[in-house]
């Protein structure tokens, strides 16, 4: 028996897996596919304290490298439940089943995806899904930004003071999001609101150069642009936990800044847990914060 599972392989959960090793915990991290969670896809890290540049890929390496020189132990296998018998959880995967003392759920959530041609390619190169980790490279260029919920007008106000011009595309002409960001992005002269409009085509030579966007009419427009930001909602990966782990109404674990969800025991760390800022250093933050509750948890059996 382990005492703690860690189910995913990126910042959080390595995070985790570090901090529960220095605490002399034995620990097991499943891992669906590979280490490092979404952060491998992100060219350049400028925002995460100690280097001013950094690969996603580097990054994940050097956290990966460290946990398992401290000792976690890897497997590659995807979990798909988790069983509570008070003080022994049993985590069962595609493959196996193993056995612990406490649980920490760090699988992430997913960028949902317009779904178009070219676009996982052009990631990058002109397509991004993260305002505060890209919006740096578009400085004085022009770039739209996709959806209408908080994510989308916070990125908008956050490019409208970086870029020159930032073109707010949303499918409806009413925003999800709150009418304070909206009145915020109305005051704004680079920003330019395109409503009832979704992007249906990326047109790219190397690099993203414009969009197509349709209306409800079904009239097509072309936009020049650098930088494309997709912020059309997020799809957090507790789907298989939901049986047992309390989720909010956008599926992510309802628990606070102490990682503590409704099953003693079991902690969530990361991007799949409720939470404002969802960032590089956010995540490695619940992954310190998520093993030492779990090992005061395991100490208090
Ligand atoms: P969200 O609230 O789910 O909004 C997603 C937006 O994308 C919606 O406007 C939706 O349009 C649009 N959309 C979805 N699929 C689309 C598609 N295929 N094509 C075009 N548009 C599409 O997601 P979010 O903005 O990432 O926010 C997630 C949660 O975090 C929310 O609860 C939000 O309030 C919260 N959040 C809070 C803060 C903050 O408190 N500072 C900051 C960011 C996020 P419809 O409106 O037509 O459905």
Do not use: W
Not at 54 to 83: D, H, R
Not at 266 to 272: E, F, K, M
């Amino acid at each position: 028996m382990y005492d703690i599972i860690i189910i995913g392989a990126g910042p959080a959960g390595l995070t985790a897996a570090i901090y529960a090793r220095r605490a002399s915990k034995s620990v097991l991290v499943l891992e669906a596919l590979s280490y490092g969670g979404q952060i491998i896809n992100t060219p350049d890290i400028e925002n995460y304290p100690v280097a001013a540049h950094i690969s996603g890929f580097e990054f994940a390496n050097k956290v990966y490298e460290q946990a398992q020189a401290l000792g976690a132990e890897f497997v590659f296998e995807k979990a798909v439940e988790i069983l509570d018998s008070g003080t022994e959880k049993t985590v069962v995967t595609t493959d196996n089943s193993y056995t612990c003392k406490a649980v920490i759920i760090a699988t992430g959530s997913e960028n949902r995806k317009l779904g178009l041609p070219e676009e996982e390619a052009l990631v990058g190169r002109g397509v991004s899904y993260c305002a505060t980790c890209d919006g740096a490279f578009y400085r004085n260029k022009t770039v739209a930004v996709v959806g209408g919920g908080n994510t989308a007008l916070e990125d908008a106000l956050y490019l409208a003071d970086l870029a020159e011009t930032v073109y707010l595309i949303h499918r409806r002409d009413a925003f999800r999001g709150d009418e304070a960001t909206v009145n915020a992005l109305k005051q704004r002269e680079n920003v330019k609101f395109i409503y009832n409009s979704t992007v249906t085509k990326l047109n790219a030579d190397k690099r993203l150069t414009s969009i197509e966007v349709t209306d409800k009419n079904g009239e097509v427009s072309t936009i020049e642009l650098n930088g494309l930001f997709v912020a059309v909602g997020r799809i957090p990966e507790n789907q298989n936990f939901a049986k047992l782990i309390k989720l909010d109404e956008a599926g992510y674990v309802s628990a606070g800044e102490d990682c503590i969800t409704n099953v003693p025991g079991i902690y969530a760390a990361g991007d799949n847990r409720t939470k404002n800022v969802r960032q590089l250093v956010t995540a490695a933050a619940d992954g310190a914060v998520a093993a030492t509750e779990a090992v005061k948890y395991i100490a208090s059996l």
